[in-house]
């Protein structure tokens, strides 16, 4: 089975500034990753994903990821953060060759200081 | 209403009591999701229904029992719970086009909490 981590359970960061969320996954043949984003006393919602193709996902609200197959990895970047992006980050990751349900990563907290 | 929706938003219930999570998606998906997330945890799958069949359980407490009466709606029968229990519960959707590519849709929760 597949399992994610994301090293950092909390990220501070000043506004305007770039960020990067880190995510490792463990070894598989192919997988598909995601990013969440999670607002307070909200749901999770889809900030991207990477199923196949460019290795280079772009989502919303400015972020994007980078699927980089021999280090594991699928890093979440943006070059200018606001203080809206305050929220949980999460990674997930599926097994095309195993359960279709995705698994997640404890989740970093981005808090983004004016 | 769009998306996801869950009701009641918070709930605080006594050990003893009996009380039900609704869930209800508006999007036309063939499979739905109750996830428990607790402080400081990962996110916890609890139980998957496609096609209103179950077909996961993750060694979830009997003291939690769920029910898929439809495609759209989707229930967390809950009784005699502990404080442990006290979390925020999540419901989500998905296509279940199978083969991993679903996005999940979530709900903005129940925050639950067990006296």
């Known amino acids: 089975a597949q399992s994610v981590t994301q090293l950092d359970s909390q990220v501070p960061v000043f506004e305007e500034a770039p960020v990067e969320l880190r995510c490792n996954y463990s070894?598989?043949?192919?997988?598909?990753l995601f990013w969440y984003v999670q607002y307070p006393n909200q749901g999770l919602q889809l900030l991207l994903k990477?199923?196949?193709?460019?290795?280079l996902v772009k989502g919303i609200n400015g972020f994007e990821a980078e699927f980089n197959k021999s280090q594991t990895s699928f890093h979440l970047r943006k070059p200018s953060v606001h203080i809206s992006d305050t929220a949980e980050y999460f990674c997930?990751?599926?097994?095309?060759?195993?359960?279709?349900?995705?698994?997640f990563g404890r989740g970093t907290s981005l808090i983004v200081h004016p | 209403e769009t998306g996801v929706t869950q009701t009641p938003r918070h709930l605080v219930m006594g050990m003893t009591n009996k009380k039900s999570l609704k869930c209800e998606q508006h999007?036309?998906?063939?499979?739905m999701y109750w996830y428990k997330q607790s402080a400081k945890k990962p996110l916890e799958l609890m139980f998957v229904?496609?096609?209103?069949?179950?077909?996961e359980n993750n060694s979830v407490p009997s003291r939690f029992s769920p029910e898929c009466p439809n495609s759209s709606h989707l229930f967390l029968h809950l009784h005699t719970l502990q404080p442990e229990d006290s979390a925020l519960y999540l419901c989500?959707?998905?296509?279940?086009?199978?083969?991993?590519?679903?996005?999940?849709?979530f709900g903005p929760g129940t925050r639950l909490t067990v006296l």
């Open positions: 989500a959707s998905s296509q279940d086009e199978g083969g991993g590519t679903d996005t999940q849709y």
């Open positions: 070894s598989s043949v192919s997988v598909y």
């Open positions: 990477y199923l196949s193709g460019s290795t």
């Open positions: 997930a990751v599926s097994d095309p060759g195993g359960s279709y349900i995705p698994t």
């Open positions: 999007l036309g998906h063939n499979a």
């Open positions: 229904y496609s096609l209103e069949e179950r077909v």
